[in-house]
């Protein structure tokens, strides 16, 4: 039934965009829906369905609150104790990042009202408990940041009250699961059993904020300080990696190339370049995509001049080269030792926080990571999740941390992505659940994987970071 609610609350988003997209009968909602309309909207979470949908991409990746999901965070045999709760996040959405050039951009208000949809019951508290927010709470320079989105019109970046509620429910998920079921933190937590970090923009801080209050609704502000990362890697101190930068430059290149082989993609370009009347270059170079993407997921047509509009055609054929591009990307496995490289220290970071905890130190037993699609994708990616879909408006990827009481040596993680159990498809736990019964993977696995696989598995004779990094000839 998990998959049934999935299933509907997919169907939702669906029928909400059909105005726009056509993507399926508006009248299939009624009795049901067909088998036939089922098999497509279906998906494998993890895997890719055969015939991949741009439209229905872009819908996953908007993420648009609709019914209160179901998920697999929290599920364990009874005699296994929760230890800890290691969460990423990606920001919530957000207004462009670029701005299609020539082109008034999309009116969206960011301001966070009561009735305007999508709406969660504690976001009129949320934004009052924001208002006597204290700047004592976090790290230099996010004091300076807004706690919460506030411009009529959005400022480029700003999260916007979809990315809020978006947070807000997410953190009352983990609420449900980990507070009122599994007992995580005591009533009178304390602040140091709450890690928190986040980068230095106003949209991750205030996601960071929206999870926690739908967590910890009320929280005492002199509990909490948030951290800041200057780096979307969150590899602070250790950031220094030439072999991961020569990784990303190969990637980037391969990106460049499969870009020039894409006729079409180029074709489109230049039809949308003559549509705002600027050079194909400038045009390519404004990003279009995450402006168009901001459109569809709100709901507010494409931009048009006295030459023409943008539109759908033009979105398709960007958003299926996005697809395809990603597809290579995993087969060539260039972003693969980025991501080794580039997700080791927040790995490794994680590991120390769970080896504390399994030696019973009652700190740190929530850690949260307020982060961007360019930190999630090289973790998942590093983890051997690479079917796993690009990460979302308000992706979570979260490790649990549990002890067996039968077995109180023995400590097990689980890994979920966007509620989905994703253990058994990580690299370091494929096939552990064909030789075990067990529903988790021994915390060694993680460990070992951290400490060593992770540079065995990039092919040269490295079993750590500094070696990793500093290899000649690569
Ligand atoms: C989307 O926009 C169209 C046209 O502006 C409107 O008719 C439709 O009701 C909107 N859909 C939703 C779900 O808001
Ligand atoms: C890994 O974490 C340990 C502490 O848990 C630390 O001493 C070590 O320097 C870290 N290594 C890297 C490469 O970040």
Same mark, same amino acid.
């Given at each position: 039934?998990?998959?049934?609610?999935?299933?509907?609350?997919?169907?939702?988003?669906?029928?909400?965009?059909?105005?726009?997209?056509?993507?399926?009968?508006?009248?299939?909602?009624?009795?049901?829906?067909?088998?036939?309309?089922?098999?497509?909207?279906?998906?494998?979470?993890?895997?890719?369905?055969?015939v991949?949908?741009?439209?229905?991409?872009?819908l996953?990746?908007?993420?648009?609150?609709?019914?209160?999901?179901?998920?697999?965070?929290?599920?364990?045999?009874?005699?296994?104790?929760?230890?800890?709760?290691h969460?990423?996040?990606?920001?919530?959405?957000?207004?462009?990042?670029?701005?299609?050039?020539?082109?008034?951009?999309?009116?969206?208000?960011?301001?966070?009202?009561a009735?305007?949809?999508?709406?969660?019951?504690?976001?009129?508290a949320?934004?009052?408990?924001?208002?006597?927010?204290?700047?004592?709470s976090?790290?230099s320079?996010?004091n300076?940041?807004?706690?919460?989105?506030?411009h009529?019109?959005?400022?480029?970046?700003?999260?916007?009250?979809?990315?809020?509620?978006?947070?807000?429910?997410?953190?009352?998920?983990?609420?449900d699961?980990?507070?009122?079921?599994?007992?995580?933190?005591?009533?009178?937590?304390?602040?140091?059993?709450?890690?928190l970090?986040?980068?230095?923009k106003s949209?991750?801080?205030?996601?960071?904020?929206?999870?926690?209050?739908?967590?910890?609704?009320?929280?005492?502000?002199?509990k909490?300080?948030?951290?800041?990362?200057?780096?979307?890697?969150?590899?602070?101190?250790?950031?220094?990696?030439?072999?991961?930068? @020569?990784?990303?430059e190969?990637?980037? #290149? *391969?990106?460049?190339? /499969?870009? !020039?082989?894409? $006729?079409? %993609?180029?074709?489109?370009?230049?039809?949308?370049?003559?549509?705002?009347?600027?050079?194909?270059?400038?045009?390519r170079?404004?990003?279009?995509?995450?402006?168009?993407?901001?459109?569809?997921?709100?709901?507010?047509?494409?931009?048009?001049?006295?030459?023409?509009?943008v539109?759908?055609?033009h979105f398709?054929?960007?958003?299926?080269? @996005?697809?395809?591009?990603?597809?290579? #990307? *995993?087969?060539k496995? /260039?972003? !693969?030792?980025y $991501?080794? %490289?580039?997700?080791?220290?927040i790995?490794?970071?994680?590991?120390?926080?769970?080896?504390?905890?399994t030696?019973?130190?009652?700190?740190?037993?929530?850690?949260?990571?307020?982060?961007?699609?360019?930190?999630?994708s090289?973790?998942?990616?590093?983890?051997?999740?690479?079917?796993?879909?690009?990460?979302?408006?308000?992706?979570?990827?979260?490790?649990?941390?549990?002890?067996? #009481?039968?077995?109180?040596?023995?400590?097990?993680v689980?890994?979920?992505?966007?509620?989905?159990?994703?253990?058994?498809?990580?690299?370091f736990?494929?096939?552990?659940?064909?030789?075990?019964?067990?529903?988790?993977?021994?915390?060694?696995?993680?460990?070992?994987f951290?400490?060593?696989?992770?540079?065995?598995a990039?092919?040269?004779?490295?079993?750590?970071?500094?070696?990793?990094?500093?290899?000649?000839?690569?």
């Amino acid at each position: 039934s998990n998959l049934k609610h999935l299933f509907m609350c997919l169907l939702a988003i669906s029928i909400y965009f059909s105005a726009i997209v056509h993507l399926i009968p508006v009248s299939t909602a009624k009795n049901g829906v067909s088998s036939k309309s089922r098999k497509r909207i279906m998906p494998d979470p993890v895997t890719e369905p055969p015939v991949t949908d741009p439209v229905y991409e872009a819908l996953l990746y908007c993420n648009i609150p609709s019914v209160a999901e179901r998920s697999m965070e929290g599920h364990a045999p009874h005699h296994f104790k929760l230890v800890s709760v290691h969460v990423f996040i990606r920001h919530g959405d957000r207004y462009p990042l670029y701005v299609i050039p020539k082109t008034k951009r999309p009116e969206i208000d960011c301001t966070l009202v009561a009735n305007r949809k999508p709406y969660h019951p504690k976001l009129e508290a949320f934004v009052s408990h924001m208002s006597k927010g204290s700047g004592a709470s976090f790290e230099s320079p996010l004091n300076s940041l807004p706690l919460y989105p506030n411009h009529p019109l959005c400022e480029m970046g700003e999260l916007t009250q979809t990315g809020v509620v978006q947070h807000l429910q997410n953190g009352q998920l983990l609420r449900d699961i980990y507070l009122k079921k599994h007992k995580l933190l005591p009533n009178d937590w304390s602040a140091d059993q709450l890690y928190l970090e986040t980068t230095g923009k106003s949209r991750t801080l205030q996601s960071g904020l929206a999870l926690l209050y739908g967590f910890l609704p009320d929280f005492d502000w002199k509990k909490i300080y948030f951290r800041h990362q200057p780096s979307a890697l969150f590899c602070s101190g250790t950031c220094y990696c030439p072999v991961r930068n @020569q990784y990303l430059e190969k990637e980037q #290149r *391969r990106q460049y190339l /499969l870009r !020039l082989k894409n $006729s079409q %993609l180029e074709k489109t370009y230049g039809e949308m370049a003559k549509i705002v009347d600027v050079p194909t270059k400038q045009l390519r170079a404004a990003n279009p995509i995450d402006s168009m993407l901001c459109h569809l997921c709100h709901n507010v047509s494409f931009p048009c001049t006295r030459n023409g509009c943008v539109d759908m055609e033009h979105f398709k054929v960007i958003k299926t080269h @996005q697809i395809e591009d990603e597809r290579e #990307r *995993r087969e060539k496995k /260039l972003y !693969l030792g980025y $991501s080794l %490289l580039g997700a080791h220290p927040i790995l490794n970071q994680t590991i120390g926080r769970m080896q504390r905890a399994t030696e019973g130190r009652k700190e740190e037993l929530f850690a949260l990571y307020s982060a961007h699609d360019v930190t999630l994708s090289p973790v998942l990616s590093a983890l051997g999740l690479s079917e796993a879909r690009f990460p979302r408006f308000a992706a979570r990827l979260i490790f649990e941390l549990w002890q067996d #009481r039968e077995k109180p040596n023995e400590h097990s993680v689980r890994i979920l992505y966007n509620g989905v159990d994703v253990t058994f498809h990580t690299s370091f736990c494929q096939d552990h659940h064909k030789r075990s019964p067990k529903p988790m993977c021994p915390l060694e696995n993680l460990v070992r994987f951290v400490k060593r696989d992770m540079f065995v598995a990039l092919g040269g004779s490295s079993t750590n970071y500094y070696d990793a990094c500093h290899r000649e000839g690569f």
